[in-house]
T-cell receptor, first 113, second 117 residues
Framework: SQQGEEDPQALSIQEGENATMNCSYK?????LQWYRQNSGRGLVHLIL?????REKHSGRLRVTLDTSKKSSSLLITASRAADTASYFC?????????????FGGGTRVLVKP | EAGVAQSPRYKIIEKRQSVAFWCNPI?????LYWYQQILGQGPKLLIQ????????DSQLPKDRFSAERLKGVDSTLKIQPAKLEDSAVYLC???????????????FGPGTRLTVL
């Protein structure tokens, strides 16, 4: 079963605009991670935020985490055509064995040049 | 640094046939994962190995799927017999040993796209 639910499922923006996507989850977590998947390729890790953190930045990426609402958001600023991809949140459950991640359904982002 | 290698990249088979996928993780990564990603969905963990032992195979359909990592390095995932609903991308990922903590990034291979006709 999938834990995270991303919103929106799809997003189309112009180059230079910001893209925001949200993720909601159900259980207590140790951390939440965001991954990017380009068409036909594997996933690439973007950023990890721990349960005791509220905000994190990495380059043009900004992630927030609200554990009281069990939700996270990913903001991509000044988007580029190369940012066109699917974005997935993945949660590390407090009770999960090992390093198990549970992925959401993803947000498909199209950045038009 | 070489990434996670998978082969083949594409496979087309008829239902009821068998198929095998191969994965070579990043050198030094003790933990290996197999995921199934159906079109339009996020990856779903099938099985997780720590060295050559199974950590979690709770979502592996054991009546038709099997996986092994005999020497704690390479791994193979087999489906026998395949069903139409097995059409998906099969992703392999690896990470440092889970003994190092809970925050290990997973590195993914390019995946094998399986089509069952």
């Amino acid at each position: 079963s999938q834990q995270g639910e991303e919103d929106p499922q799809a997003l189309s923006i112009q180059e230079g605009e910001n893209a925001t996507m949200n993720c909601s989850y159900k259980t207590s977590i140790n951390n939440l991670q965001w991954y990017r998947q380009n068409s036909g390729r594997g996933l690439v890790h973007l950023i990890l935020i721990r349960s005791n953190e509220r905000e994190k930045h990495s380059g043009r990426l900004r992630v927030t985490l609200d554990t009281s609402k069990k939700s996270s958001s990913l903001l991509i600023t000044a988007s580029r055509a190369a940012d066109t991809a699917s974005y997935f949140c993945a949660t590390h459950d407090n009770k999960a064995a090992g390093n198990k991640l549970t992925f959401g359904g993803g947000t498909r982002v199209l950045v038009k040049p | 640094e070489a990434g996670v290698a998978q082969s083949p990249r594409y496979k087309i088979i008829e239902k009821r046939q068998s198929v095998a996928f191969w994965c070579n993780p990043i050198s030094g990564h003790a933990t290996l994962y197999w995921y199934q990603q159906i079109l339009g969905q996020g990856p779903k963990l099938l099985i997780q190995f720590q060295n050559n032992g199974v950590v979690d195979d709770s979502q592996l359909p054991k009546d038709r799927f099997s996986a092994e990592r005999l020497k704690g390095v390479d791994s193979t995932l087999k489906i026998q017999p395949a069903k139409l609903e097995d059409s998906a991308v099969y992703l392999c990922a690896s990470s440092l040993s889970i003994a190092y903590g809970l925050y290990n990034e997973q590195f993914f291979g390019p995946g094998t796209r399986l089509t069952v006709l």
